[in-house]
């Protein structure tokens, strides 16, 4: 899996957009970005996931740059429900043996909204 | 909606006990997973399973044991409870996705967590 680099904690305020950066330099072809949150004492909930084309769903938009080296997850109107630890995932989508069930999760992003 | 149920969220147990964590999915997923988080560590995958009676060992499987009778439960046994097991135990699901593109396989749901006190 393509390692990620993601700041260790950004604020935004409430109400604003909050941009998420992830730099994934070493993706390759067949590897997919995805994004999980933790909110604090909670289970990690999946967020979105994106090959290379931008993605929007109900929680959110991911922007994934035209070389794939790095996304931006955007929580277009952040809210205090949104604090929480965001993870930025890379990882091939094949069924090659029993290492590909594994997720790893990095330190990821502290995402703290003021009010 | 995915919903995955751990049986406690919060369990006190002393050395030496023998404890069982339960998961279950409502989803007919075929992966189930069981992880640990601690500070500083972040999550670390225990074991996990792609079917039924099928289990696989993840980074640290020492100290532990699964069980997967039924396609919707995934049991977690700590043999001999340890004061460094005490810690947040995450359960997780996922559905493996369409032959040649599982990217669904990645997308796991998960459980609200158990926190595990060995004293």
């Known amino acids: 899996d393509a390692k990620t680099t993601q700041p260790p904690s950004m604020d935004c305020a409430e109400g604003r957009a909050a941009n998420l950066p992830c730099n994934h330099s070493?993706?390759?072809?067949?590897?997919?970005v995805y994004w999980y949150r933790q909110i604090h004492s909670q289970g990690p909930q999946y967020i979105i996931h994106?090959?290379?084309n931008n993605e929007t769903n109900e929680m959110a938009s991911l922007i994934i740059t035209e070389d794939r080296k790095s996304s931006t997850l955007i929580l277009p109107h952040a809210t205090l429900r949104d604090t929480a630890v965001y993870y930025c995932?890379?990882?091939?989508?094949?069924?090659?043996?029993?290492?590909?069930?594994?997720?790893?999760f990095g330190k990821g992003t502290k995402l703290s909204v003021i009010p | 909606d995915v919903k995955v149920t751990q049986s406690s969220r919060y369990l006190v147990k002393r050395t030496g006990e023998k404890v069982f964590l339960e998961c279950v999915q409502d989803m007919d997923h075929e992966n189930m997973f069981w992880y640990r988080q601690d500070p500083g560590l972040g999550l670390r995958l225990i074991y996990f399973s792609y079917d039924v009676k099928m289990k696989e060992k993840g980074d640290i499987p020492e100290g532990y044991s699964v069980s997967r009778e039924k396609k919707e439960r995934f049991s977690l046994i700590l043999e001999s409870a340890s004061t460094n097991q005490t810690s947040m135990y995450l359960c997780a699901s996922s559905f493996t996705g369409l032959a040649g593109l599982r990217i669904a396989k990645n997308i796991q749901y998960f459980g609200a967590g158990t926190r595990l006190s060995v004293l």
């Open positions: 070493t993706i390759s072809g067949n590897e997919y």
């Open positions: 995932i890379v990882r091939v989508a094949t069924n090659s043996g029993a290492g590909s069930y594994q997720l790893t």
């Open positions: 994106g090959l290379k």
